[in-house]
Structures are given as structure tokens and as C-alpha cells.
């Protein structure tokens, strides 16, 4: 089955240390995303990336890190310098040119403490 | 920069009912699209339906559709014959075709109840 995966489901770590959320897709989409989603509020935007090797910020990229090396996967770092890093992540794909009709995976709840 | 406004945080609809959720929100372009997502109490977002600014008719998706009013900047989405199954929180999100990126900008949502 085609899809996105993200791991782990559920996620804790203390404070100061550095993170990294897993997202594969098997869809072959160009583009992918990571969002975060905070209760009370919608979707914020972190990164994004249209191509492999290339990725740009998002509207709330301080404190995190992305790579894309391949183009099932685009891994997202949370580093110590995030200063609310306790959220719900999502991660979504699409297909170029179809830039808005995102596939998304499960999500990763994060809880630092 | 675009934003997107859900002014109904929560709704509750009978079974079998006709609910429409609100959205309206800004923008200074004339070409965009407009989206519906879905979230279940399972957190998976799912897109329900789609809108071209261009085309003048409304969307369907079975029992979702919705009312574009381009000029009042309102896209609401109907839901006829509410099942128990659209319980969820419904998002509504706006697309520039112009900003590179073509980001979605996501409202901050409404929690839809079907009551049995």
C-alpha cells in the first residue's frame, strides 16, 4: 500500500537534547512538508522541500533542521535551540504541480521535558 | 500574506443533517485555490475537497460541497446527510498560485460533533 509513515508515534526527550522525526513515503511525490500543530491552533508550516538536495523554510523553521537526500524521505530535527518543542508533527507529500493536495502521514507526538 | 479565518470553533450536527462550516479569508490575488481537510479523532488529515478560484462552479465530493463567493472571500463547506463518521476537525486552507513554494495557509479549524 502507498503511503506515509512517520515514526515514532509517540516521542519524549529532555530538554537540551536534539531529535530527529522519520517521514517515508512510497507515493513518489516530489514535494514534501512538515508542519506543527499546536491545540487551539491550525497547521503551521516549519519546512518544505520541492526537489532532493533542495528544501526551503517554512514559516516557523527556527530551532529546526531538515534534510533530503533521497526523495521517499525527509527527516526532521528539533534541536535544543527550539524553545516550545512539545507539539504534534505532521509530515505530508504531493505531486508537482498538485502542490496543494497533500497526502499526509499519522503524526509524531513530541513531549520534551 | 494571506490569511485564513474559521470564526466557528466547534459545531454539533444530528445524524442525517445538513451542516456548512464557515471560512473566509484575505488575499489581493485573483487566481488561487481553496481546500477542505479533515481531521479525525485518529489525526490523520485527509482532503475532502478542492476550488479553483477560476472556476465559477462549486465543488462537489459526494455528500461535501461547497459555496464559493469570490467577491465576499467566503468558502463554506456543506455536509449533507451528517454521518457519525464526520466527526472530526475540518480545516480550511488557501494556496497562492503566485508565492513560490505554493504553500498552504490553514485556518485554525472547526471541531465538528455528529450526534446520534
Known amino acids: 500500500d502507498g503511503g506515509i509513515t512517520q515514526s515514532p508515534k509517540y516521542l519524549f526527550r529532555k530538554e537540551g537534547q536534539n531529535v530527529t522525526l522519520s517521514c517515508e513515503q512510497n507515493l513518489n511525490h516530489d514535494a514534501m512538508y512538515w508542519y506543527r500543530q499546536d491545540p487551539g491552533q491550525g497547521l503551521r508550516l516549519i519546512y518544505y522541500?520541492?526537489?532532493?538536495?533542495?528544501?526551503q523554510k517554512g514559516d516557523i523553521a527556527e530551532g529546526y533542521s531538515v534534510s533530503r537526500e533521497k526523495k521517499e524521505s525527509f527527516p526532521l530535527t528539533v534541536t535544543s535551540a527550539q524553545k516550545n518543542p512539545t507539539a504534534f508533527y505532521l509530515c505530508?507529500?504531493?505531486?508537482?504541480?498538485?502542490?496543494?493536495?497533500?497526502?499526509f502521514g499519522p503524526g509524531t507526538r513530541l513531549t520534551v521535558t | 500574506a494571506q490569511t485564513v479565518t474559521q470564526s466557528q470553533p466547534e459545531m454539533s450536527v444530528q445524524e442525517a443533517e445538513t451542516v456548512t462550516l464557515s471560512c473566509t479569508y484575505d488575499t489581493s490575488e485573483n487566481n488561487y485555490y481553496l481546500f477542505w481537510y479533515k481531521q479525525p479523532p485518529s489525526r490523520q488529515m485527509i482532503l475532502v475537497i478542492r476550488q479553483e478560484a477560476y472556476k465559477q462552479q462549486n465543488a462537489t465530493e459526494n455528500r461535501f460541497s461547497v459555496n464559493f463567493q469570490k467577491a465576499a472571500k467566503s468558502f463554506s463547506l456543506k455536509i449533507s446527510d451528517s454521518q457519525l463518521g464526520d466527526t472530526a476537525m475540518y480545516f480550511c486552507?488557501?494556496?497562492?498560485?503566485?508565492?513560490?513554494?505554493?504553500?498552504?495557509?490553514f485556518g485554525a479549524g472547526t471541531i465538528l460533533r455528529v450526534k446520534s
Open positions: 486552507a488557501f494556496m497562492s498560485t503566485m508565492e513560490y513554494g505554493n504553500k498552504l495557509v
Open positions: 522541500s520541492q526537489i532532493v538536495n533542495d528544501f
Open positions: 505530508a507529500s504531493s505531486l508537482a504541480d498538485r502542490w496543494g493536495e497533500q497526502y
